[in-house]
């Protein structure tokens, strides 16, 4: 039976989603949906033959699987020390992964992640990139001693505000409808947070921070991960519901998964990573019109020449000469093998189970390497439908939502009036993620455009008149989930292990738990000083 309207807005916007279905479905905008190529991805799922050939067609030093930030960042590496051959192999037309941008007349706009924290001292090797995107004031960075970003990139005012019971509020939570009791509990919950930015373990490490592997593995920090957030909560009486609402929304943010299904050293580290020192704010946004996308224009603009796009690798085994790397070309459908000295494998941990022979010759179930689905919208505007109260702010989200709301592409141009893009974030959260990856690919283009049309139209009843278009990307799995168990789990730590005699490498965010483009960066640097210190004996490492 193929639901209606009302079934397909209750099952992804809940009952205050339906109460906002008006009588005749007004006329859809233009779009399209953009997105993984699913058709040559899925071809892992069928029996591709390996040809038996006796010589691969060349050879390399070195092959990258995967053009997202983590493979982009361990060609970065490779290409700066300049001593080894490499070539980088993405499945889709454009590289970037997550971090991927489109571009319009009006603006460019992400289709992922769209900005990057100011780091800390310690994050050498962000600092350095960023250092040389000439997203930093080094001036006065050198001067106070920590990294300063530059003005133009840091996020302006306003920041973010959130919409409430018929108006908006600056920041994320509505303080004004919030009782003594709420504000006393949000005020034992920064207690705990603080208590945690302080903590040091016996040797110095603070108990969370980016990347990860820098984070303590004392005993007090990684019993958190055997309980939810929910739970941790609980257990100290912290069930303000506006409370309770505003960590639910950051987990949904940052994992992909709600209160019940975050492990709570996730849901503390979301809230104490970027926390300098206890009672201050958050590290400073660094952001751009593409999001993250202006870290993928840096970095292929120096290894783009390596890259080769639309290749599905089939097949990684050790043959003669080194690991012989098989790929089916997206266009022609012919097969080609390279044979390399090492191979870095910068892809999730379930496509490399149907690629690499080893793996695929001894299937292992890993459910605690679950992803979660995403959609994302990118809304063109002719003009600004009309605002109650605070001017729009860079994020703005929707208390009634399950969605994450939406950053504004053009915010940094500092104008509140003419065309925009809204880029829009929904994060499908179910406990079940197959079931949640089937409703994401169930609803059709148009039904999503309604869901995403009805969800704003909470805040902006007028925005229907003010919409060009509306194009939408269908991320079937987006991130890693944090679940309880797995951030300090064996499986974890064993998937970061080196394989095929220290040859076959991997370099991913799913091995810190955490898909932040921080742990990209770093995985895939990581992963390149293996290779290096694999062939050569002087290397000088940037972390």
């Known amino acids: 039976m193929t639901p209606t309207r009302r079934d397909v807005l209750l099952s992804l916007l809940g009952a205050s989603g339906c109460s906002l279905l008006g009588g005749k479905r007004k006329p859809f905008p233009v779009g399209t949906v953009v997105g993984a190529d699913v058709v040559l991805g899925h071809e892992l799922k069928g029996n591709i033959s390996i040809p038996d050939v006796n010589q691969p067609d060349e050879s390399t030093d070195v092959v990258i699987v995967g053009g997202g930030i983590s493979g982009l960042s361990s060609a970065w590496r490779l290409s700066q020390d300049g001593r080894l051959s490499f070539v980088l192999l993405e499945l889709e037309p454009e590289l970037g992964g997550n971090a991927r941008f489109g571009t319009s007349p009006i603006t460019s706009f992400p289709w992922g992640a769209h900005y990057v924290p100011v780091p800390h001292a ?135 998964c709600g209160l019940e299904d975050t492990s709570a050293w996730a849901g503390i580290f979301y809230f104490a990573a970027r926390v300098q020192q206890p009672g201050e704010k958050s590290q400073p946004f660094l952001t751009w019109p593409e999001g993250n996308g202006r870290i993928v224009r840096h970095l292929q603009s120096l290894v783009a020449h390596r890259a080769r796009r639309q290749q599905l690798v089939v097949d990684v085994a050790p043959r003669k000469g080194g690991l012989w790397v098989t790929m089916l070309d997206g266009p022609s459908r012919t097969q080609h093998t390279i044979c390399a000295d090492h191979v870095v494998m910068a892809i999730p ?133 944090p679940t309880p168990g797995f951030v300090w789990s064996e499986a974890r730590r064993r998937a970061g292990e080196s394989m095929e005699n220290g040859k076959l490498h991997f370099a991913h965010t799913e091995l810190s738990s955490v898909a932040l483009v921080e742990e990209s960066i770093h995985h895939g640097v990581r992963a390149a000083e293996k290779v290096l210190a694999a062939r050569f004996e002087a290397v000088t490492s940037w972390f």
């Open 122 to 256: 310690d994050n050498r090797v962000l600092i350095r990139l960023l250092s040389e995107m000439d997203e930093l004031d080094l001036e006065q960075s050198e001067r106070l001693g920590e990294p300063v970003g530059k003005e133009t990139s840091l996020v302006a005012e306003l920041e973010e505000r959130v919409f409430y019971q018929g108006s908006w509020h600056a920041g994320l939570l509505p303080h004004a409808a919030m009782t003594p009791q709420d504000l006393e509990q949000l005020h034992r919950f920064h207690q705990e947070i603080d208590r945690w930015v302080a903590f040091r373990d016996a040797s110095g490490r603070r108990a969370f921070t980016l990347p990860v592997a820098n984070a303590s593995d004392d005993a007090q920090v990684t019993s958190l991960d055997r309980i939810s957030m929910a739970a941790w909560m609980d257990q100290r009486g912290l069930r303000s519901v506006p409370l309770r609402w505003l960590v639910d929304y950051s987990c949904r943010d940052d994992y992909g």
């Open 349 to 481: 941990r379930f496509v490399q189970q149907r690629v690499i022979r080893s793996m695929r010759d001894r299937p292992r179930r890993e459910p605690q390497f679950d992803t979660s689905p995403w959609l994302v919208a990118n809304l063109t505007l002719r003009q600004r439908p009309r605002e109650r109260g605070l001017p729009a702010a860079w994020d703005n989200v929707l208390y009634d939502s399950p969605s994450l709301g939406y950053v504004v592409a053009t915010h940094q141009q500092g104008r509140c009036f003419g065309p925009t893009v809204w880029t829009y974030y929904y994060a499908l959260t179910d406990s079940n993620p197959q079931r949640a990856r089937q409703k994401l690919f169930d609803a059709t283009k148009e039904e999503w455009v309604e869901v995403v049309l009805t969800d704003l139209s909470r805040a902006h009843p007028d925005l229907h008149e003010c919409v060009q278009r509306v194009d939408l990307m269908r991320w079937g799995h987006a991130m890693i989930r």
